[in-house]
C-alpha cells in the first residue's frame, strides 16, 4: 500500500539556520503530497500541498517540490525562527481513490529552534 | 475562523470499558474522519464518513468501533470495549476540499 517516510527527530537548530526534512513515499496511483504541522497543545494544520509533479507548494517561508523522479517531497526553510518548533508531518493522499482521499501519514519529525 | 473541535482533551478509561470521543467538525464540511497516532508511530486513518454512511475503513477499525453523526454537528468515535493497545492519540478531521483537524483527545487504557 501507499507509505510515507520522513527523516527521525528530534532536529534542533539555530534561530536563522537553514532547515530540510526529508520526506520519501510509495503510491500506487499518482498522488497528492502535503506537509501539516502541529504546534504544542493544537492539532494538525496544512502548511503547503502540491498536486502535482513539479508542483511547489509553500507557505510562511516553507517551501516543498514535487519530485516524481525520486519520490521525494523534503521540506525546507532558509531561516527558521524560534516559532517554527514544532512537528511536521509529511502526508499523502490518493486522488485515485476518489471521494475521501484518506490522507497517508509519515511519522513526524518533532523540530526544536533555540534562540 | 472556524475550528474543529474534540473532547475531551485526556480520557482515562479502564480495559474492557466503553468509551465514545466526541468531535463537532466545522459546520458546512460534508467529509469527516478519524485518526489515530499512537505513541512514537504514525498517524494512521481509521475511517472516512460521508453522506451518514462509512465511506472507507482500515483494518485497524474493527468490530469494536463504530462512528455515528446523531444530530448533525457532532461526530463520534466508539470503542465498545477498550484494550491496552487503544491507548493513542485520536484526531478527528472534516472536509470539503482540504482536510483541518481537531486538537485530538488523548485515551488511555490501564
Known amino acids: 500500500g501507499d507509505s510515507v517516510t520522513q527523516m527521525e527527530g528530534p532536529v534542533t537548530l539555530s534561530e536563522e539556520a537553514f532547515l530540510t526534512i526529508n520526506c520519501t513515499y510509495t503510491a500506487t496511483g499518482y498522488p497528492s503530497l502535503f506537509w501539516y504541522v502541529q504546534y504544542p497543545g493544537e492539532g494538525l494544520q496544512l502548511l503547503l500541498k502540491a498536486t502535482k509533479a513539479d508542483d511547489k507548494g509553500s507557505n510562511k517561508g516553507f517551501e516543498a517540490t514535487y519530485r516524481k523522479e525520486t519520490t521525494s517531497f523534503h521540506l525546507e526553510k532558509g531561516s527558521v525562527q524560534v516559532s517554527d518548533s514544532a512537528v511536521y508531518f509529511c502526508a499523502l493522499s490518493d486522488r485515485t481513490q476518489g471521494g475521501s482521499e484518506k490522507l497517508v501519514f509519515g511519522k513526524g519529525t518533532k523540530l526544536t529552534v533555540n534562540p | 475562523e472556524p475550528e474543529v473541535t474534540q473532547t475531551p482533551s485526556h480520557q482515562v478509561t479502564q480495559m474492557g470499558q466503553e468509551v465514545i470521543l466526541r468531535c463537532v467538525p466545522i459546520?458546512?464540511?460534508?467529509?469527516f474522519y478519524w485518526y489515530r497516532q499512537i505513541l512514537g508511530q504514525k498517524v494512521e486513518f481509521l475511517v472516512s464518513?460521508?453522506?451518514?454512511?462509512?465511506?472507507?475503513k482500515s483494518e485497524i477499525f474493527d468490530d469494536q468501533f463504530s462512528v455515528e453523526r446523531p444530530d448533525g454537528s457532532n461526530f463520534t468515535l466508539k470503542i465498545r470495549s477498550t484494550k491496552l493497545e487503544d491507548s493513542a492519540m485520536y484526531f478527528c478531521?472534516?472536509?470539503?476540499?482540504?482536510?483541518?483537524f481537531g486538537p485530538g483527545t488523548r485515551l488511555t487504557v490501564t
Open positions: 459546520s458546512n464540511h460534508l467529509y
Open positions: 464518513f460521508y453522506n451518514n454512511e462509512i465511506s472507507e
Open positions: 478531521a472534516s472536509a470539503n476540499y482540504e482536510q483541518y
